[in-house]
């Protein structure tokens, strides 16, 4: 089952969005809760080219509650264009 997209404030779970004021012109953002392994949420980053911090040019981090996810993002200071 696809999980559906749900907008929570400046947050949108399960749905991708390009970060306009990153240094990397590709640089994308996905919030995906997971209730069943760890009961918090990931937010994954990635972007096209060299420069990123492994061989992918993407990492995830964990948050534990969306709270957290909207203090992360609010102190990463990203504008977030969602799709």
Do not use: C
């Amino acid at each position: 089952m696809k999980p559906r997209r749900v907008e929570i404030g400046m947050v949108k779970i399960n749905t991708t969005g390009t970060i306009i004021n990153s240094e990397h012109p590709t640089h994308q953002v996905r919030v995906e809760y997971d209730p069943e392994k760890t009961g918090g949420y990931f937010i994954f980053e990635w972007w096209g080219g060299r420069g990123g911090p492994n061989p992918n040019s993407a990492f995830d981090s964990w948050v534990e509650t969306l709270s957290d996810v909207s203090q992360f993002i609010a102190e990463t200071g990203w504008e977030i264009r969602w799709q």
